[in-house]
């Protein structure tokens, strides 16, 4: 080995090294920003809605398999009828479940330059249970729609 080439690993690895630490660090106080892991459906919708009412709504349609074969990787699409203007828009989209440790998918914000309040992914769940869209209107209501997904293991009911 080449003395240039040795300095060279030698000097990566210790950059590698002496960026752990913080990286380690950095990620232990994102968690104690954002609270524990586990956050319950009910202390979700508290966090996002303040206490407000949350109506169903026909606006907000949520799209996702009646069946998933796969947990790991359930596709759901939410649309919420809305002209998206300045005076009526939607501020925010949020994907959540009603039995995961964790409740919340997704949050989207939006303004009306998006022109459209639509937004499609892909979430994770544990087991059968509903998928729930939460629309934060520009006039501070919210409205809601939900969707069962039964979730397969292997195949098998």
Same mark, same amino acid.
């Given at each position: 080995?080449?003395?240039?080439?040795? +300095?060279?690993?030698?000097?990566?690895?210790?950059?590698?090294?002496?960026? +752990?630490?913080?990286?380690?660090?950095?990620? &232990?106080?994102?968690?104690?920003?954002? #609270?524990?892991?586990?956050?319950? @459906?009910?202390?979700? +919708?508290?966090?996002?809605? $303040?206490?407000?009412?949350?109506?169903?709504?026909?606006?907000?349609?949520?799209?996702?398999?009646?069946?998933?074969?796969? $947990?790991?990787?359930?596709?759901?699409?939410?649309?919420? *009828?809305?002209?998206?203007?300045?005076?009526? @828009?939607?501020?925010?989209?949020?994907? !959540?479940?009603?039995?995961? $440790?964790?409740?919340?998918?997704?949050?989207? @914000? !939006?303004?009306?330059?998006? #022109?459209?309040?639509?937004? %499609?992914?892909?979430?994770? !769940? %544990?087991?059968?249970? *509903?998928?729930?869209?939460?629309?934060?209107?520009? &006039?501070?209501?919210? +409205?809601?729609?939900?969707?069962?997904?039964?979730?397969?293991?292997? #195949?098998? $009911?």
């Amino acid at each position: 080995m080449e003395r240039r080439s040795f +300095l060279k690993s030698f000097t990566a690895a210790a950059a590698c090294v002496a960026v +752990l630490p913080r990286m380690a660090s950095a990620a &232990d106080e994102a968690k104690k920003v954002a #609270g524990p892991n586990e956050m319950s @459906y009910a202390t979700a +919708l508290a966090a996002i809605t $303040g206490g407000k009412a949350v109506v169903e709504s026909a606006k907000v349609k949520v799209e996702a398999p009646e069946i998933a074969e796969n $947990g790991a990787v359930v596709p759901v699409k939410v649309t919420v *009828d809305s002209p998206m203007n300045e005076k009526e @828009y939607v501020k925010a989209i949020h994907v !959540l479940n009603t039995k995961n $440790g964790n409740a919340r998918c997704a949050n989207i @914000y !939006l303004t009306p330059a998006n #022109g459209e309040a639509f937004f %499609g992914t892909r979430i994770k !769940l %544990g087991g059968t249970q *509903d998928v729930v869209a939460i629309a934060q209107m520009s &006039d501070g209501t919210f +409205l809601s729609a939900k969707q069962n997904v039964k979730v397969t293991i292997g #195949g098998c $009911g």
